[in-house]
């Protein structure tokens, strides 16, 4: 047996060598499988053969895994360790990664098993394969997540994070992102639950004002995480999106919003297609964006789907803290003229949610209506038809 096998699996009592158990203190016994490792029996024959026993044994386990018996699949799991001897050093260097993908699976089911059984098997397996050392550690993270114990999870991504063997490999590169990936998604989580409960708090006290510096603080500590990777060809997409719910919390005009909103308006969730809504009226809530085309296009695009979606309390809901500013902001007289010479597509869509929200009466869209353009007077035409019948003014809202 080799060393990381005697001090992973010690014997239960002196009295009984015939058992072993995990080191961990779970109480998982194995029995003492010396006879299968000595030889295997074949038509009556006893083959000892190293090679052969040890595969016997490997196929012995898979066997148990795939009935889901746990406990058979340990006992021979035991056994198997002694591939860690083999003198083919082709074998002794695949031994680690199947080791820890059939223990680890074993440990996950087996009804004795624990979180301090995993981790010590975890922290072992990245000893001895090294190679293997940031793959385990993963692996290892998102079991902790399972069980709750994100602060766990947590340290061991930011150690793994930190780890090199060698030069970096493309194969390493990926899965350091992978880490820094889902550390970021364990910083997001924090970062809401932080946010959630300041939402309890009274507004203006030091408390609030203490907690809120903290979520602001917690927030550009957690997008620092994945700034870098949201630049890095893959399918990010879990984590842009918790990437960018921070930067709308904390930048709201910042230029992946868009990116964002396209993002939300697809998930079947209705939630999220609200938030997607509120994103966009975030996005122009600020004077850098007041005559960003693209902006535009995507509010006008989708107030339109969201109130033949019949949710125009999702319109209102946004509308109600902006009809006191937005009106000059975006939809005076001097916008109307000023869009009119410049962009005529940016004013066509600023037009219909003008008229969408403060009805066909207000300024902006009275102007831009009685502009006579041959190329655009049937889309003006439309854009009046929309108005009258989706603006929100004559539902009363």
């Known amino acids: 047996m080799s060393d990381f096998s005697e001090d992973l699996l010690r014997p239960a009592t002196e009295d009984d060598p ?66 860690l001897e083999d003198s083919d050093s082709n074998k002794r260097q695949a031994a680690p990664e199947i080791i820890w993908r059939l223990g680890s699976e074993i440990l996950y089911y087996h009804p004795k098993s624990s979180v301090e059984t995993f981790s010590a098997f975890a922290d072992r397996m990245k000893n001895i394969g090294v190679m293997n050392y940031l793959k385990i550690s993963l692996q290892h993270a998102l079991y902790l997540v399972h069980h709750g114990l994100l602060d766990d999870a947590s340290r061991i991504l930011s150690q793994a994070e930190t780890w090199r063997y060698g030069d970096k490999s493309a194969s390493q590169e990926v899965l350091i992102n992978l880490i820094q990936a889902y550390k970021g998604l364990l910083q997001y ?22 907690a809120s510096q903290g979520v602001l603080d917690h927030g550009w500590k957690t997008s620092a995480n994945f700034r870098s990777l949201v630049q890095t060809p893959g399918v990010w997409d879990p984590f842009v999106r918790s990437y960018v719910e921070i930067l709308y919390q904390i930048v709201p005009s910042h230029k992946l ?141």
């Not at 898979?62 to 799991?77: F, G, T, V």
């Not at 989580?189 to 203490?210: C, F, I, M, P, V």
């Open 257 to 397: 919003m868009l990116e964002f909103h396209r993002l939300l308006r697809k998930s079947e969730h209705g939630e999220h297609r609200r938030l997607g809504l509120e994103v966009l009226f975030g996005v122009l809530d600020f004077a850098g964006c007041t005559r960003n085309v693209t902006a535009w296009q995507c509010l006008a695009k989708y107030l339109r789907q969201t109130l033949m979606g019949n949710h125009v309390g999702w319109v209102h809901e946004q509308w109600t803290s902006r009809k006191n500013w937005w009106p000059r902001f975006h939809f005076s007289f001097f916008w109307a003229k000023g869009d009119w010479k410049e962009n005529k597509a940016l004013a066509h869509e600023k037009a219909f949610v003008a008229g969408v929200l403060l009805g066909k009466g207000c300024r902006y869209f009275r102007y831009i209506s009685k502009q006579d353009h041959q190329v655009l007077r049937k889309k003006m035409k439309r854009i009046k038809k929309l108005v009258k019948k989706y603006s929100i003014v004559k539902s009363g809202l």
């Open 18 to 83: 015939g058992e072993w158990s995990v080191g961990s203190g779970s109480g998982m016994r194995f029995p003492w499988l010396q006879k299968l490792v000595e030889s295997v029996a074949t038509g009556g024959k006893k083959e000892k053969d190293f090679a052969q026993t040890t595969s016997a044994c490997l196929g012995f386990v898979q066997e148990a895994l795939l009935k889901h018996q746990w406990q058979r699949a340990a006992e021979y799991m035991h056994s198997y360790f002694q591939i």
């Open 189 to 210: 989580y924090t970062w809401s639950e932080k946010k959630a409960e300041l939402s309890k708090l009274d507004g203006g006290d030091y408390a609030h004002h203490a």
